[in-house]
């Protein structure tokens, strides 16, 4: 498999990482092409993968070709781009809000894959949801599901509407995670506890708890109730968190979110 990433930059870095790590294809049959001298000098030492400023040479090279740049630079790329794809080759995205309609449109080009990847895709645990054109065939499925494999977790969808849901779920939660654990940490602090004991105890606390859940595969709120004893300090902590919405607070951030998603596709 020959791929090109356009936009070698924290994504496309995992992408080359996580691609490598699984020898899903050799160095020399990735092309990235950025725009910064020193990206492309990191990439090709660090990795020695092939590079260029050039993304219609990026392109030429590749099997199925990686977006990786910025939503803004998007446009100007799909330009630049407009037309070249053979009719073999697969264009993937992984742009926030360009929909498939916008790529087929601004690209000229039928094989299309939409991803929506999230951060913690830089460490290979990530979660990426995808769809594709009705033209993508069931071998270039399997070759971008590995892909997608070796940055974490992938799931395809038939529908593009779910990549706006997984948007405002997968790709924007980690920012809501982020804040509950700088909220419990600040909590811990508060109570007593030292910094950077606190840190140790909710980073552990949580990362077990999600492992914990996708290890017994109950429903949260028996999972819950293992930890509540009857009369005890859970329950206490529970009551404030109810009292004060937090339920239905996390609802409302994630239909907010996808709102915004919905409206940066062009769809409301
Ligand atoms: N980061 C995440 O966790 C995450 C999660 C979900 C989705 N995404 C999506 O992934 C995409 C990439 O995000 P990122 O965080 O990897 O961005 P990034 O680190 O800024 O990488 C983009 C790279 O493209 C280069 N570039 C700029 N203009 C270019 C052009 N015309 N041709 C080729 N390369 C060009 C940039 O160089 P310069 O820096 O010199 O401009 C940079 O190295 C975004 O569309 C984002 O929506 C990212």
């Known amino acids: 498999m020959r791929l090109s990433i356009i936009g070698g930059g924290v994504m496309g870095e995992a992408i080359i990482a996580g691609v490598l790590t699984q020898q899903l294809t050799s160095a020399e049959a990735i092309t990235v092409s950025d725009t910064s001298p020193q990206r492309r000098a990191l990439l090709s030492q660090k990795y020695g993968v092939l590079t260029t400023s050039n993304n219609r040479e990026a392109l030429a090279n590749g099997d199925i070709i990686i977006l990786a740049i910025k939503p803004q630079t998007l446009p100007q790329v799909m330009a630049e781009l407009k037309g070249l794809a053979q009719p073999q080759q697969v264009i993937l995205s992984i742009v926030a809000g360009a929909t498939i309609a916008t790529l087929e449109a601004s690209l000229g080009h039928h094989l299309l894959v939409r991803v929506m990847p999230n951060t913690p895709a830089q460490i290979g645990e990530g979660m990426s949801v995808w769809t594709s054109t009705q033209d993508v065939e069931e071998e270039h499925k399997a070759a971008v599901r590995s892909i997608l494999g070796a940055l974490g977790r992938e799931i395809y969808v038939p529908e593009e509407s779910y990549i706006d849901m997984a948007t405002a779920v997968s790709a924007s939660g980690p920012a809501y995670i982020f804040l509950l654990i ?87």
Do not use: W
């Not at 909590?187 to 996708?214: K, N, T, Y």
């Not at 293992?226 to 859970?234: A, D, E, I, Y």
């Open 182 to 268: 700088e909220a419990l940490i600040d909590a811990a602090v508060h109570i007593g506890m030292p910094r950077d004991m606190a840190e140790v105890c909710v980073l552990q606390m949580i990362l077990g708890s999600a492992r914990f859940a996708l290890s017994l595969g109950q429903h949260p709120a028996q999972l819950r109730n293992m930890v509540t004893s009857p009369g005890g300090t859970t329950t206490e902590g529970l009551l404030r968190l109810e009292e004060g919405g937090f339920r239905a607070l996390l609802i409302q951030a994630v239909i907010a979110a996808y709102e915004k998603a919905l409206s940066l596709g062009g769809e409301r």
